[in-house]
């Protein structure tokens, strides 16, 4: 059973895992480097939980601590019970939800032990927004993605935003980073992969004509918000694919068009799709 420890203090050394999560580059840095990252809420903390990551601590206010009982007494972890004040004054930022949780991050698989057993992988080149990774993150769990993989710049999935966005999306599809970019995509092609590139370009082939359902192995290629792939990575890709857009639309935000992506991925739009035709026809 954890212990249940009353602080009063912000400067107290114990909460160091919360001390100010709203400076972006600290946290980028410190986190990885102390292999730790925080999950906040109920609903998040209880799935990192279930994904297997260990808990280093909780910083609960008050009313949480009965919600959260039932984690609080299978954890040997210590439970920090604060007020709402001294929680924003470590944190930096008023904590909503009330709960948050220090949680040891588990090594990351190798690309290689990904596409092993994959047939349905995005990859993300350059995609350093928090709350884009983890749009698409919660996209390639609920669509039936097996894999991300992502280029050496990615932000970091389990960021507090990225885990927060996600809903916990990230604790439930396994991630790797290919070490070389793009020179790592043809470790993806070997491995029997179809590399389909996301791209407004007009000579790009629109997804109902790719038909990435119908594919083996695919892989989906998302580039950052604004600048798209590289020109390198768009060379690299076996194919170039948009999506069809109207009323002057160019482009989509990249979270959004990694949901249609990846819905085209699993077959999703095409059976959509095909029932509104059968449903026109009857």
């Given at each position: 059973m954890a212990d249940l420890i009353t602080?009063?203090?912000p400067d107290d050394p114990r909460l160091l895992d919360y001390t100010?999560?709203?400076?972006?580059e600290l946290r980028r840095k410190r986190e990885p480097a102390e292999g730790l990252f925080i999950a906040e809420g109920e609903k998040v903390i209880r799935r990192a939980k279930e994904a297997g990551y260990e808990m280093r601590s909780m910083l609960l206010s008050a009313k949480w601590i009965d919600v959260m009982r039932d984690v609080i007494d299978e954890l040997p972890a210590p439970v920090y019970a604060v007020s709402p004040e001294l929680?924003?004054?470590?944190?930096g930022y008023h904590?909503?939800?009330g709960a948050l949780a220090s949680m040891q991050r588990k090594p990351l698989p190798t690309a290689a032990e990904l596409l092993g057993s994959a047939?349905?992988?995005v990859v993300m080149e350059s995609v350093n927004d928090h709350t884009n990774i983890g749009a698409i993150f919660r996209s390639a769990a609920a669509l039936g993605m097996d894999a991300v993989l992502l280029s050496p710049d990615c932000a970091d999935p389990l960021y507090r935003r990225s885990v927060k966005v996600s809903m916990g999306a990230v604790f439930s599809v396994p991630y790797a980073r290919l070490e070389n970019w793009p020179k790592g995509l043809?470790?993806?092609r070997e491995a029997g992969f179809t590399l389909l590139a996301l791209t407004p370009d007009e000579k790009a082939r629109?997804?109902?004509?790719a038909a990435p359902h119908t594919m083996d192995r695919v892989a989906l290629m998302l580039g950052a918000e604004g600048g798209g792939l590289s020109r390198q990575a768009l060379v690299a890709?076996?194919?170039w694919v948009r999506i069809p857009m109207s009323h002057g639309v160019d482009s989509l935000n990249v979270g959004a068009a990694a949901a249609v992506a990846v819905a085209a991925g699993a077959g999703v739009v095409v059976a959509v799709r095909r029932r509104r035709t059968a449903g026109a026809e009857a």
């Open positions: 602080v009063e203090d100010d999560l709203t400076d972006v929680a924003e004054r470590v944190t904590v909503h939800r047939r349905r992988v043809e470790q993806v629109s997804l109902d004509e890709a076996d194919e």
